[in-house]
């Protein structure tokens, strides 16, 4: 094939042209001939395992990207510049629900738009309803929320933090999730709802707002009067 022009190749068509002993041309500009490369030998300098992709590392210059663990998927990464195979939920450590009058989910990253606070078995020993109180740099932000929860055809609202449950009984255990929306990222409004199981005939309905003074570092699980404590349960959060 040397010193044959490229106009002059035949093309490949039909089916299986792309097999791996087919050939390509390649021009060598140093000496000025068109040399071949099977596709074999291209496709395994870019690829080495199943399931690789190819994205460009700068300017006119490709990367291969390796596959991911088990339903990972590509998302740009924090710096904006490259594609890198991330969780799209992470699930936060698990915290015990059995003593303390708080529990704090620290360290959540920044770009985080949602996240859920899930309860299984939770109980106080008091009657001071569950709130859900959101944190930044500055710190916990314990007032200017809007919220109201509601069951059997009454309802309670807190501006203290997201309330949770309408009455809060001592002893009785409640399971549910309350999720948090980032509604405005350039006000740092969260909006959030929820429901929970706080016995087999009682269902508690929730929802509210509130406005950060900066981005979202961080989630609190409290009562309203701050002096009740937990005795019971597992409290986690997801984010993404």
Known sequence: MADTKISALTSLAGSGVDTTADVLPVVDTNVTTTKKILVSNLLGS??????DIFQASAAGVGARLGIGTARQVPMVNAGATALAYTNPITLGTEQASTSGTSID???IPAGVRRITVMFSGVSTNGISPII???GDAGGFET???VSTASSNGSG???TAGFIIMNVAVAARTYYGAFTL???DASDFTWVGSGNMAADSTTIEFAAGGKSLSAELTQVRITMVNGTDAFDAGVINISYE
């Open 46 to 51: 870019l690829f080495t395992a199943a399931g």
């Open 132 to 134: 859900i109180q959101l």
């Open 143 to 145: 007032t200017g929320y």
């Open 181 to 183: 929306s980032l509604q």
């Open 156 to 158: 309670t609202g807190s």
């Open 105 to 107: 989910f620290t360290s």
